[in-house]
């Protein structure tokens, strides 16, 4: 039987817990939730943070429960104020979950999604092939005169398959790709997208192209970063093989930053990756690491850059030394 996905589990420790607090709870109730809490140690921990998150919005919820009791009238229905403060921790919960999985609005709008730590292949139907890297969303629009992509989040490697007749145009934020047959990436965190040509020719601009915007075509081998749709930089030469390593399932650092580290475990990892200490801008890691293995990596921190992992739920915690290294990690 498949175990539970932690949303699950958050969404079920807030409904105990809730009706735990109600006052018409009965001893069949608690009687259920003490075996529901005994099922393993996920469930313990689930509960022990909705414990948490209602100590913090307590206080808050109360004082508008108060302050709405004495604006109502003595016979009024007592249950608003404890409606209200439910409301307030389901904000709040909202809030939160939001913070530890800020993909989750994007995957979910989209046509095609993965969640941290998966990757997903895909052939449309003109043959174009699609991996889609680790928390990643794309919508998918194929008509008879173009076929149209738009990356949400994440990371996307294609292999396009050449329809002079239909245009194929990759849209990130405010950037656009137009390839007719080749093999490239596109990345997207926020506001800023990368991207890298492994084979033949890509246009990249502004996706809503006007007189006098920026247009830069690469070939193979090279790759260009933008900002908000404004080419940020010239056109740089790379090792394309190398740097989209990850769409064959391996990832190549090359004295990557520790910052850049903790977004690439982001992809791999459920929640966030905290960075933290005065080091954390100069450490370098370099090594090769199996992209499914997130674990391989935190190792390598810990042993070779002395970096301290702290594992809450839903958070991963790097803490930097002051003293800044750099070290080479031997490949896998």
Request: negative net charge; proline residues 5%; aromatic residues 6%.
């Amino acid at each position: 039987m498949a175990l539970p996905s932690q949303e699950a589990l958050d969404d079920e420790a807030i409904q105990w817990f809730l009706r735990l607090r109600d006052l018409s709870a009965s001893e069949a109730d608690r009687h259920a939730f003490e075996a529901w809490l005994a099922q393993s140690e996920r469930h313990e921990e689930a509960y022990a943070e909705a414990e948490q998150l209602w100590q913090a919005v307590e206080a808050p919820a109360r004082l508008l429960a108060e302050r709405e009791a004495s604006a109502r009238p003595a016979s009024s229905h007592q249950s608003w104020p404890w409606a209200a403060a439910a409301c307030l921790l389901l904000t709040l919960l909202f809030g939160f979950g939001a913070w530890r999985d800020p993909g989750l609005f994007d995957r979910w709008m989209a046509d095609l999604a993965t969640a941290p730590g998966h990757t997903q292949q895909v052939v449309l139907e003109d043959g174009t092939r699609l991996f889609l890297d680790a928390d990643s969303a794309v919508d998918i629009v194929m008509t008879a005169g173009g076929r149209q992509l738009r990356l949400r989040r994440g990371r996307l490697w294609l292999d396009v398959a050449s329809e002079p007749a239909r245009p194929f145009t990759v849209l990130a934020g405010e950037a656009k790709a137009e390839v007719v047959g080749t093999r490239f990436a596109v990345e997207r965190f926020a506001d800023d997208v990368r991207v890298s040509v492994e084979e033949g020719r890509v246009a990249v601009s502004r996706g809503q192209r006007d007189e006098g915007t920026e247009r830069v075509v690469l070939g193979a081998n090279q790759e260009v970063q933008l900002h908000r749709g404004s080419l940020h930089g010239e056109p740089s030469e790379i090792d394309a093989r190398g740097r989209l390593a990850w769409a064959r399932g391996q990832l190549l650092f090359d004295q990557i930053a520790l910052g850049e580290v903790a977004l690439q475990l982001e992809r791999m990892l459920p929640g966030r990756v905290v960075v933290s200490g005065d080091g954390a801008t100069s450490h370098r890691l370099s090594g090769s690491f199996p992209a499914n293995d997130p674990d391989a990596i935190l190792d390598a921190l810990e042993t070779s850059l002395g970096i301290t992992v702290r594992r809450l739920p839903g958070i991963t915690w790097l803490a930097s030394p002051a003293h800044a290294t750099q070290q080479t990690v031997p490949s896998l």
